[in-house]
């Protein structure tokens, strides 16, 4: 009876000395990343990279600081091999980038292009097959545009990539985006 009891307490003594270290460590990284990020999204705003670029390089980033972040905390704690398996999903992540081969692939590639293409910006309204609004972010997979009923769609960057689009209206001020909305809103 003792050998079970010894068994089962001698890896939680083992890993409980660690646990304040790794909760300061999963802090301090949170403040790092958002941190990092933010000053990462101003610079870009400085830089006037495309607000769509912008999106997707702050998404693939975020992904990618986490990440690193819990393969870290998993070496604190021990786990070595759960922290080599956690950083190998970013080297998967790159071989999935390098060879195309999913969907979630082509929706990151047809954003970084659609992200690049002038004729396609945050605050222009657009319509792509049934769907017709002012594009209200675009992200690593997906762009939402927010239609005139204020229903928001959806569209994975490859649809609209491969679809095309028709630009309606190019961008309009941010005031007039948020008059638009509160109209939509208020009726």
Do not use: C
Request: net charge positive.
């Amino acid at each position: 009876m003792n050998y079970i009891v010894t068994r089962f307490w001698d890896p939680i003594l083992n890993y409980l000395p660690k646990l304040p270290f790794v909760v300061l460590g999963l802090v301090i990284g949170y403040i790092i990343i958002r941190i990092v990020l933010s000053v990462l999204k101003n610079t870009l705003k400085y830089t006037k990279v495309p607000k769509a670029l912008s999106g997707i390089i702050i998404s693939m980033l975020t992904i990618i600081f986490w990440v690193l972040l819990f393969g870290e905390m998993a070496r604190a704690l021990g786990f070595t091999s759960i922290a080599i398996t956690i950083s190998g999903s970013l080297l998967v992540l790159g071989l999935a980038l390098a060879n195309g081969a999913t969907t979630l692939t082509s929706d990151i590639i047809s954003g970084v292009f659609l992200a690049k293409d002038e004729d396609f910006e945050v605050g222009f309204r657009v319509k792509t097959g049934d769907v017709e609004g002012v594009i209200q972010k675009v992200d690593i997979r997906k762009v939402r545009i927010v239609a005139d009923d204020g229903k928001l769609h959806i569209v994975p960057n490859v649809n609209l990539d491969k679809n095309g689009w028709v630009v309606l209206e190019r961008e309009l001020k941010d005031d007039e985006l948020k008059l638009k909305n509160f109209i939509r809103k208020s009726s």
